[in-house]
């Protein structure tokens, strides 16, 4: 089972659906039959939620066409059963361009908000009392449809501002602290605040509501993940690929069978291969290809390698990589210099050269 669901492209941007997203549909539709719901009810509710995540589209590429400002892409757009999420190529180092970036997203939700606060009598409905706003809104009509969706979108500013990584409050704080000082240190001091409203978070959802301790984790791993990513990047900042290269590794020929693939895997710790033929890098070879076809050792290594796959050239800056290391599923990339194969970097060994950096700097 695929984990996304491809519903096509906006500006050339995929727009994937994350299978647990129908996790969520399914426990509406059981919440609602549980409280003696109708077919009314339900399909007014499912209607609402795929409404909702029509406006986090929305809003992810507010952030994602403001990226593209600044000619950085991005990948895909994915929706998640707790939001969306934009696959940005990278997060802008500028502060200025980051806050820009940032804000775009809560903006479109503000707009939204705007249109349907003209479009429907809210004040009318705010001056009414408790028992006047619950009847009204009880009926499933497209006026309280409406209602429904700009309390939503006022909420999901609200919440998105909140500063703590990974959401957009937690950017928003770290780029208004890099203004003033480093980025590294704006990231340790958003990081720690992000870390501290999660465990607030995880207090309230183990007493409360048990979603919220679903939230507290990615708010926390993700808060250390954003301040591990920059301090990394700090490292690597003027170094290139030469510096981290593995160089002395084992090639085959797409004529070789998969036995001598094996064989170096047993007698080594190379897992994943270069294939050349005539001094041109022709295709890899990973792992999971060599254990997959493992029981046909007679198998030519040119009928299962890879051969669409992305070389780094030895003088290409460090922190590029890292972030096409991180952001690809095989990180395992052969290392060319004048268009010549002088070794591979992968995610261990790059790993292993920031440990050193970082012992350098101490």
């Known amino acids: 089972m695929k984990a996304n669901l491809n519903l096509g492209s906006v500006f050339g941007i995929e727009i994937k659906i994350h299978w647990t997203f129908f996790f969520l549909i399914l426990w509406i539709v059981f919440s609602e039959l549980k409280r003696g719901g109708n077919t009314a009810s339900i399909l007014f509710n499912v209607a609402l939620v795929f409404a909702v995540f029509v406006c986090v589209i929305l809003h992810e590429l507010g952030h994602a066409l403001m990226a593209k400002r600044f000619k950085i ?188 693939a094996i064989k170096a895997v047993i007698t080594s710790t190379e897992n994943n291969f270069v294939i050349i033929e005539n001094n041109a890098v022709k295709g890899l070879l990973f792992y999971q290809d060599i254990m997959e076809h493992a029981k046909n050792e007679n198998t030519l290594i040119g009928d299962v390698m890879t051969t669409t796959f992305k070389a780094v050239d030895s003088n290409d800056d460090l922190k590029k990589v890292y972030q096409l290391i991180h952001g690809q599923k095989n990180s395992f990339f052969p290392v060319l210099e004048n268009d010549k194969l002088i070794g591979v970097i992968d995610a261990v060994n790059l790993n292993e050269f920031i440990v050193f950096q970082s012992k350098l700097v101490q």
């Open 73 to 260: 892409d991005t990948k895909k757009i994915t929706l998640l059963p707790i939001g969306g999420m934009a696959s940005l190529e990278r997060i802008p180092e500028s502060p200025k361009q980051e806050l820009l970036v940032t804000l775009a997203g809560p903006l479109v939700n503000v707009i939204i908000a705007l249109l349907l606060y003209f479009a429907i009598p809210v004040q009318e409905l705010m001056h009414l009392n408790f028992t006047e706003t619950f009847e009204i809104l009880s009926s499933f009509t497209l006026q309280n449809f409406l209602f429904y969706l700009y309390i939503v979108n006022i909420a999901l500013v609200v919440f998105n501002l909140i500063p703590a990584f990974p959401m957009d409050g937690g950017r928003i704080l770290r780029a208004l602290l890099a203004i003033r000082m480093n980025r590294i240190k704006a990231t340790q001091i958003a990081s720690t605040i992000g870390q501290f409203i999660a465990i607030l978070f995880l207090l309230v959802g183990l007493l409360y509501n048990p979603f919220l301790i679903f939230i507290a984790l990615i708010v926390f791993l993700g808060a250390y993940g954003e301040n591990q990513m920059v301090h990394h990047l700090e490292l690597l900042k003027g170094h290139t690929v030469k510096e981290s290269s593995i160089t002395n590794i084992t090639t085959f020929n797409p004529k070789d069978t998969l036995s001598k």
